[in-house]
């Protein structure tokens, strides 16, 4: 009866032993899965920005050849605006500090400032009156960025005439360093907004930045 048992011990053992080893391959599959997609979706996104990049000066080449009748930057604007939540969405996967996300953001915030000088030109140039709205923020210890952050996107949907820049405080880019300089940025006053080159501290509501941005509500 013993011998029996202790069979019976054993099978189990080795039966906890094999499930133990399913699970664990399993995992690591699904890991390995996940890790691969992360990376794509990494990859497809640096590719779009240079895409967009490239996009942005073909624009601005058009621009100063005076093609305004025949320019059209809704869908390049969608683009970047979907870039922006994408970036958003690594940032959610990766966290802030990762140092793929972080050079994502540098590249992406050179890509914006570009996007803002166009549409700058645009409305001198063309006619046009788009909204240009700069936004500073730092994801470290700033209670009102994120409410910030979900009034001025709720704004866009609604209006898609504006256009929102948006830059991480911290990051270490000597273009968003001219940028704090000459708008006086503090970390101690985010968020921040510019409209027109006039500067606003603090948290703006949504009827606040209709006023501001002279839409209506």
């Known amino acids: 009866m013993s011998r029996i048992k202790r069979r019976i011990d054993a099978a189990k053992y080795l039966i906890a032993v094999a499930v133990a080893v399913v699970i664990f391959l399993f995992g690591y599959m699904a890991s390995s899965q996940i890790n691969s997609e992360k990376f794509r979706q990494l990859e497809e996104m640096t590719q779009d920005i240079r895409t967009d990049a490239l996009s942005n000066e073909i624009l601005f080449q ?72 700069l936004y500073f923020y730092t994801n470290a210890g700033c209670n009102d960025c994120e409410d910030q952050g979900v009034v001025l996107t709720n704004i866009h949907n609604d209006y898609p005439v504006m256009n929102v820049y948006s830059f991480e405080y911290y990051l270490n880019n000597s273009a968003v360093e001219y940028l704090k300089k000459i708008y006086n940025i503090t970390p101690n006053r985010l968020p921040t907004i510019v409209v027109d080159g006039k500067v606003y501290y603090g948290f703006q509501s949504k009827e606040e930045l209709l006023k501001i941005l002279n839409l209506s509500g």
């Not at 590249?107 to 914006?112: G, I, K, Q, R, T």
């Open 62 to 133: 058009l621009v100063q050849s005076s093609a305004c009748e025949t320019l059209n930057t809704t869908e390049y604007n969608l683009e970047l605006y979907q870039i922006g939540k994408r970036l958003t969405y690594m940032e959610s996967l990766y966290g802030f500090t990762h140092p793929e996300v972080i050079r994502l953001k540098e590249y992406y915030s050179l890509l914006e400032i570009r996007h803002w000088l166009l549409s700058r030109e645009i409305n001198e140039k063309c006619g046009k009156r788009t909204r240009l709205v």
